[in-house]
């Protein structure tokens, strides 16, 4: 085993974390980066009232792109997308992608491989988590299954 998975957080850390009484988010998305070998990432939660997800978490965007993901409409990025259809969206190549699902600024993150999750709980939806890696990038079918499973425990700590 190699220094940088000796180091990596596992699941077990990742849930630890998110069940302490007030967790720190900036902290549990740092574990959810690493332990998937991204290097940036996004944590919006729903707000209720206006339907808007509204950033609680990210490492890695670009100071300049902060005011773009601050509040995202659902419908609209990755992030709004996984929102709406409530389910993962995710592009091998942010770079290269023309499909319309990310956003033009979203390429300034110089991510490849990205992938958006919602936070959903028993159909409810509480946000949306997402990653990227800085290389070209399929996630597979465990990896997504290990993201929705981390996005039903944040729910079940902010519910």
């Not at 998305?29 to 009232?49: K, M, N, P, R, Y």
């Not at 919602?118 to 509480?126: D, E, Q, R, V």
Request: glycine content about 8%; aromatic content about 6%; hydrophobic content about 40%.
């Amino acid at each position: 085993m190699d220094e940088n998975q000796k180091n990596k957080p596992g699941l077990a850390d990742i849930y630890a974390n998110i069940q302490e009484d007030s967790p720190d988010w900036d902290t549990v998305l740092h574990s959810v980066i690493s332990h998937f070998d991204c290097a940036t990432g996004t944590l919006h939660f729903l707000d209720q009232e206006t339907s808007l997800l509204k950033l609680r978490a990210q490492k890695g965007i670009p100071p300049f792109l902060i005011p773009k993901v601050e509040v995202i409409p659902i419908g609209k990025g990755m992030a709004g997308i996984a929102a709406e259809r409530r389910e993962a969206v995710e592009m091998c190549n942010l770079q290269t992608d023309d499909s319309g699902v990310a956003r033009p600024a979203a390429k300034e993150t110089k991510m490849e491989g990205s992938i958006a999750a919602p936070l959903l709980l028993n159909g409810t939806l509480y946000g949306t988590i997402g990653i990227a890696k800085p290389v070209p990038y399929d996630f597979t079918e465990a990896e997504k299954t290990k993201l929705l499973q981390i996005g039903e425990a944040i729910c079940r700590a902010i519910s």
